[in-house]
């Protein structure tokens, strides 16, 4: 299991063309860790990235729990 399941991140930024880049300041759940560690994975609804999941660039985003 990853260390960072369960907690949350906030998107700090975008480099304009990924799910989120409409979604900066909103806060995510954090699932996993991509297994390259250059990425976590979050919970999404479908209405925000059509999916469950997303990826988010951990350069993207800042840990707040």
Known sequence: MSEYR??????T????Y???KDYIG?????QSES????CFVVRTTQEQA????????KSH????G
């Open 35 to 38: 297994r390259d560690k250059k």
């Open 13 to 16: 930024g975008s480099d304009g």
């Open 26 to 30: 909103h806060k995510f759940v954090i």
């Open 18 to 20: 990924e799910w989120y």
């Open 6 to 11: 369960g907690k949350e991140l906030i998107v």
């Open 50 to 57: 059509g999916w469950p999941y997303g990826w988010v660039d």
């Open 61 to 64: 985003c800042e840990l707040i």
